[in-house]
Structure formats: C-alpha cells, structure tokens
C-alpha cells in the first residue's frame, strides 16, 4: 500500500514534547527553531525566535542562524531538522514552507495546534518543491 512505505526519521520523545512545549508558549504565533543530532537521529532542539511574529508562516533571525552554526561545529551534532508551529491549521507545509525550504537534506516538522488538547505532530521532506512525509519513530 503506498502510505506503508514512508521514509522515516528518529526523533527522542524528549525533543518532540519540547517542540510542542515551544508551540503553546509561542501560541497564536508560529514558533520555530532547529533540530540536530547524529547519524539521522535527533536528539537536541534549538529554540529560535520567529521575527516575523506571524500567525500563519515564521523567519528565523539572521544573526541568530549564524551563531547557531558557528557553534554547531565544536559540538559534534549536525543540523538535520527545522520545526515550526502551525496554531490554527493542520500540520502540512503552506505554500510558503514549501517555497522556503532552503535545506533538502534536512527534515521539516510541522506541530498543529488545531485542536489544543491534542497537539499533532508530522514531519515531512521538501526537496525542489516535492513534499513526501515521514514517519516519526
């Protein structure tokens, strides 16, 4: 069955109850923030600041990038992942992710806030425009 061949991507449930940690503090805004690890595992989050301060897509502050990847190098982690919140819409890349996924080899999850009490987490590859998603394991 085609949903039956997901790629996947290991993410610790650490990382992930922190990221939606992230969404209902930054609520109604989108939050965002980086994602690394070793050997395509996550296992660290990077909160960013969002300084669009938008309901409906977020940018990462230039100065904020550059620090982070200067001192990624010293720690023995890569970048493999970006999240960011979607509050009031499902966990799906808009229009704009899509044409804003700089990174192709990294992983983009997306936490909806849609329904509060049940936060949906969902993780995706967006490589030239093409959106397949992953399983979470």
Known sequence: ???????????????????????????????????????????????????????VRYEMVPGELFRFFKGLRGSGLQHLGIYHSHPSSEPYPSATDISQAFYPDCVYVILSLLAPDSPSVRAFSIVEGVVAELAIQ
Not at 13 to 40: K, N, T, Y
Request: with cysteine; hydrophobic share 45%; glycine share 8%.
């Open 1 to 55: 069955m085609p949903g039956e061949d997901l790629m996947r991507v290991q993410i610790e449930a650490a990382v992930i109850d922190s990221m939606v940690e992230h969404a209902q503090l930054e609520a109604p805004l989108e939050c965002c923030g980086l994602l690394m690890g070793q050997a395509g595992r996550i296992t660290h989050l990077r909160r960013m600041r969002n300084l669009a301060q938008s309901r």
